[in-house]
Nanobody, 123 residues
Framework: QVQLVESGGGLVQPGGSLRLSCAASGSIATINVMGWYRQAPGKQRELVADITSDGRTNYEDSVKGRFTISRDNAKNMVYLQMNSLKPEDTAVYYC?????????????????WGQGTLVTVTS
């Protein structure tokens, strides 16, 4: 059993900042890619940013230069620093991990999602 728990969402004014955190726990052997996705009302879920175990990052065009993804491999955590927030960044933000889970002698490749955290950017 592997779980992802996000935190750090909230209400912020345009131009403000928030830092999201996501902690992975359970029977984890290794986490390959960790990422942040978001889903605004009436829209499809989209990738915001992701990061590999060796630190390679990928960002959606609209957040480049404003958001920074990072991870702590020792703690199985991923972070999203969001600066210069805009109303269009309002969404539920989800953490996702692609990982190998070990249960006994069985290794499983899993894709695990967190429950989401709401970010609201409004004046």
């Amino acid at each position: 059993q592997v779980q992802l728990v996000e935190s750090g969402g909230g209400l912020v004014q345009p131009g403000g900042s928030l830092r999201l955190s996501c902690a992975a726990s359970g029977s984890i052997a290794t986490i390959n890619v960790m990422g942040w996705y978001r889903q605004a009302p009436g829209k499809q879920r989209e990738l915001v940013a992701d990061i590999t175990s060796d630190g390679r990052t990928n960002y959606e065009d609209s957040v480049k230069g404003r958001f920074t993804i990072s991870r702590d491999n020792a703690k199985n955590m991923v972070y999203l620093q969001m600066n210069s927030l805009k109303p269009e960044d309002t969404a539920v933000y989800y953490c996702k991990a692609n990982l190998l889970s070990v249960v006994g002698v069985t290794i499983k490749r899993l894709e695990v999602w967190g429950q989401g955290t709401l970010v609201t950017v409004t004046s």
